[in-house]
């Protein structure tokens, strides 16, 4: 554990002086008592809103203040609002995770907690409130929430609308992740060079048969088929005995029902697809013992990872929040296969088909998501526990993130990104002690662009597209990917092979073609960024404890292995 409390005595007493100044001010909260929690600082006290009291404990996660804190009920089996992450968890309040201020202190929280508890009034007297909810939670993040999916493309869901169903066909993946992704196609579909996956009973893909109707689907589903039959007003004998799909198409949008076996019938969620399957396609034993993490498991990240474990890294933190999807499959190492289920998910099973002494924890979440400020917490610890933290995003804002958090840690960080349009790559290396932050890092990249009369390549309309002069498309393909990958790889193994000596070029930028600064394939540019910045006189001095610090440590009760 990081033990800012101890490592920070500076934020430490800034914290403290927050909480007790907003004690003085309000008259809706009183201060109880500061402790050690499980390792994490803590404190409890009394908020009161419309004559209630509502007892809470303040909590601040081991990574503050890159993590922010969070409000609990101290009853565990308390729940008092809409907005909180079931009984005794974390209210969900204006300051989460995807809005987070490092410079915000735990007395913000609090006032966030009360004007929650105050707005809805859950307990206290008077009139109750609905407060609006902020979630801003997108199609993946939900993907496999309460309903299975059913995957179409857009072209087949399309015209299911328009009553066109011509030998329309499922397939059925295993079920794993708690998931059964179905995907359905029609003789349009199968009939294209990419085509959906068939059949396969040595992969787990097996038939599913399949009824359309255009009746209207029934205002209830329960109970038995015959029952949903009978509300439906159709027969299910093209169907019988075995597991099926229902398909309604009685109204403007289609409705899909999923029926294992003779076990009832249950409503399906529509996961339509985008209709450009191929179009983005383009032409030791001192490693084993170390941890790699890498945010972004996307074409770079995967073939990063299993270039990794080959070449003798044994474990790995992945972190992705996205789904794989049939789009996905020109520059990825998944294949159909895979094809519904969450990437990390995937690329665990992936590495263990490899080597099945693979140590893997998945994180199927993105950094940015609205998430509980706890789990948050536990997902940037298991970063900073890595040996090596890579990013693989492709997202400048989360690159910036994860080198800060590298830095703070004082862990080697290293980022791979393909320039949009497939031109070329840049691999950015930060570590400790060698190289600068890659802030400072980041800071001479530009002014080295500056000093070409170029500005960094920009994005395009989708990932790894950029638009040319002409004004077309220009498409990274897999052998920019895997290049970049490949480069990559290199560096994280030199970075972690304490046999191998690091230079000082610690970023790299690969010319793959003529264009921007390169003069074409190979022409490569070695970017001097400056070495660690040196701290201040006078900084570096042994860790004295303030007498703050001394009494939370006396009051520790022993039990401070609380590891995510």
């Not at 529509?270 to 890498?294: C, M, P, Q």
Request: aromatic share 10%; glycine share 8%; proline share 5%.
């Amino acid at each position: 554990m990081k033990f800012w409390w101890i490592t920070d005595p500076t934020r430490l007493e800034h914290e403290k002086a927050a909480v007790e100044a907003l004690v003085a001010e309000v008259s809706w909260f009183t201060l109880s008592t500061w402790k050690i929690d499980g390792g994490r600082l803590s404190m409890e006290g009394d908020l009161v809103a419309h004559g209630h009291i509502y007892p809470v404990r303040l909590l601040y996660p081991d990574r503050f203040p890159w993590v922010p804190a969070w409000v609990v009920p101290q009853d565990p089996d308390v729940r008092w609002s809409n907005h909180q992450y079931g009984a005794g968890g974390t209210l969900c309040l204006e300051l989460r995770p995807d809005n987070w201020d490092p410079n915000a202190t735990g007395a913000d929280v609090l006032q966030s907690a009360y004007n929650l508890l105050d707005q809805e009034n859950p307990l206290g007297k008077g009139e109750k409130q609905t407060v609006p909810s902020a979630h801003l939670v997108n199609d993946i993040q939900r993907y496999d929430w309460k309903q299975h999916p059913i995957l179409v493309s857009k072209a087949c869901y399309a015209r299911l609308q328009a009553g066109v169903y011509d030998d329309i066909a499922a397939i059925r993946w295993s079920v794993e992740d708690d998931v059964w992704p179905i995907m359905v196609t029609d003789s349009a579909d199968r009939a294209r060079k990419e085509h959906p996956a068939s059949f396969d009973l040595g992969t787990w893909r097996i038939t599913v048969k399949v009824l359309v109707t255009k009746n209207a689907p029934p205002k209830e589903v329960s109970g038995t088929r015959e029952e949903f039959a009978d509300a439906l007003g159709v027969s299910l004998e093209g169907i019988g005995t075995e597991e099926g799909v229902v398909f309604v198409c009685g109204t403007d949008e289609p409705v899909a029902f999923h029926s294992p076996k003779n076990d009832g019938v249950y409503p399906r969620k529509w996961i339509v697809l985008n209709n450009a399957f191929g179009e983005r396609s383009g032409h030791g034993d001192a490693l084993s013992a170390k941890t790699v993490g890498i945010v972004g498991v996307g074409s770079v990240g995967s073939k990063l990872a299993e270039t990794l474990l080959r070449s003798g890294i044994r474990n790995f933190v992945l972190a992705d929040g996205d789904v794989f999807l049939p789009e996905n499959l020109e520059r990825h190492v998944l294949d159909w296969r895979d094809v519904g289920f969450r990437k990390v998910h995937a690329m665990k099973r992936r590495l263990l088909q490899i080597y099945n002494g693979t140590n893997v924890l998945v994180i199927d979440s993105n950094l940015n998501w609205q998430l509980s400020t706890s789990y948050q917490a536990k997902i940037v610890d298991c970063l900073s526990d890595c040996e090596l933290l890579i990013d693989a995003s492709g997202d400048e804002a989360t690159s910036r993130f994860l080198g800060a958090l590298a830095d703070y840690n004082k862990m080697p960080f290293l980022s791979a990104k393909v320039f949009e349009g497939g031109f070329g790559c840049l691999i950015a290396r930060a570590v400790p002690e060698i190289d600068a932050s890659y802030s400072d890092g980041y800071g001479a990249y530009v002014a080295f662009c500056n000093e070409q009369d170029k500005v960094p390549p920009s994005t395009g309309h989708r990932p790894y597209e950029a638009i040319s002069e002409e004004g077309a498309p220009v498409v990274a393909d897999d052998a920019a990917v895997t290049i970049a990958s490949g480069h990559a790889a290199r560096v994280a193994i030199d970075i972690l092979d304490p046999e191998v000596s690091l230079g000082p070029h610690a970023w790299l930028l690969v010319g793959l073609k003529k264009e921007w600064i390169f003069g074409g394939y190979g022409h490569n540019w070695q970017l001097d960024v400056g070495g660690p910045t040196k701290a201040a006189d006078g900084l570096e001095t042994d860790l004295q404890l303030t007498e703050f610090q001394k009494e939370l440590l006396e009051g520790i009760s022993g039990e401070t292995n609380d590891t995510p």
